[in-house]
């Protein structure tokens, strides 16, 4: 069983920026994604960013954050990060994280794809 729990939120200016963390417990595979999907009140939940290892490491982003926001991780605190640069408004939601294990590429951005997620943390832009 896998434990997420998130961190780093809060409420910033236009322009400003967050770093999130993701730590993750419980759990072992070498074929698992570990992706961030946030949610707007009123709206769907949407994809942000994913990471998958599967031998290797890829990372995927939303169109909407592409060169804005990166995702990184730390191997030995089990834990992932998303930094978010050049915060919009429109970036104003819940953020979440999740797992997910053996997803296929066209699963990655469907939150129905995963199968543990993090309570979530809100996010804040506004002046």
């Known amino acids: 069983q896998v434990q997420l729990e998130e961190s780093g939120g809060g409420m910033v200016p236009p322009g400003g920026s967050l770093r999130l963390s993701c730590k993750a417990s419980g759990g072992a595979s070498n074929n698992y994604a570990r992706a961030w999907f946030r949610q707007a009140p009123g709206r769907e939940r949407e994809f942000v960013a994913v990471?998958?290892?599967?031998?290797?490491?890829?990372?995927y982003y939303a169109d909407s954050v592409k060169g804005r926001f990166t995702m990184s991780r730390d191997n030995d605190r089990n834990t992932v990060y998303l930094q978010m640069d050049s915060l919009k408004p429109e970036d104003t939601a819940t953020y979440y994280c999740?797992?997910?294990?053996?997803?296929?590429?066209?699963?990655?951005?469907?939150?129905?794809?995963?199968?543990?997620w993090g309570p979530g943390i809100q996010v804040i832009v506004s002046s």
């Open positions: 990471t998958r290892w599967r031998g290797g490491t890829v990372t």
């Open positions: 999740a797992e997910g294990h053996r997803l296929i590429t066209s699963s990655l951005p469907l939150p129905s794809a995963y199968d543990y």
